[in-house]
């Protein structure tokens, strides 16, 4: 595993990540490992997988990629998830005695992409109850709040709320899943971000942010001319998390299940399965 200068990873940050439900720590990936996963990135997006989605509409500019679960069939997202400094980023945050690894998320925005990424919460779309559950979003080129930074509102984590899902995509497919969820419906998401206070950074590569499940978030398209927004969502779970099988959930969506091995966990299950491997474990 990658060994992390905990100076990156100072109490004063963790504190921040649990008062605001985001924060950002700086300089965190190596110049090998931004490198590395650039062009691992960019191989995915010349052979998207079969549960990719193309969220940029034929004959609009740019292109919005989404892709999941990558690690299981690409070498070097597989070694970034278990040995990269993320895994320790997240011992660090959640302070759990067993990481697991939940899924990667790869979002790509290129230039002149107008689509956005819609307000919403991270854990409704998921299978999961617990509290050891934290999110991860690293890029690997500079991020503006033209080229698509993400945007989040402060505190949000904190409002007891736990809203319906959002679809990324007409075309995605998923939107009639979420609507099985029966969740409370997320009020005008204009209105709260304009009363909000938002927390969005300028990000370099070898930067990441941290952000908690329930933290509301959204982001704009990328707007320049040529920089790119190429950034991954990794998602760690502790050992206090269990299996939700609640209907609306991300892996009920027949063409995501159909690439992924059946799950065999039942509700309120601890987490368990080759699909959500041990990655980190305090004392093995």
Known sequence: MTQVDLKLINPETITEYRQNGAC????????EWIERMAAATDRILA??????????????TGRYYGDFFIWRRDP?????????????????????????????QLLVKEPQTAEHTPLHQDLPYWPLRGQQIISIWAGFDPVTEEA????????SHKW?????????????HFADIYRKAGLEEMPDPEQLISEGEMLHWDLVPGDVVVHHPLTLHYAPGNLTESGRRRGLALRYIGEDVTWDDRPGTFVKNPSLAKTLPEIKLRDGDPISGELFPVVWQRNP
């Open 76 to 104: 070097d997202f597989n070694e970034f998830m278990r040995s990269g400094p993320l895994v320790q980023l997240a011992a660090e945050f959640m302070q759990a005695e067993e990481i697991r690894f939940f899924y990667d």
């Open 24 to 31: 950002v720590v700086r300089d965190l990936l190596s110049p």
């Open 148 to 155: 698509g930074a993400v945007q989040y509102i402060k505190g």
């Open 47 to 60: 052979n998207p997988g079969p549960g990719s989605m193309e969220y940029t509409a034929d004959g609009k």
């Open 160 to 172: 007891g709320k736990f809203y319906a899902p959002a679809t990324f995509g007409k075309n995605s």
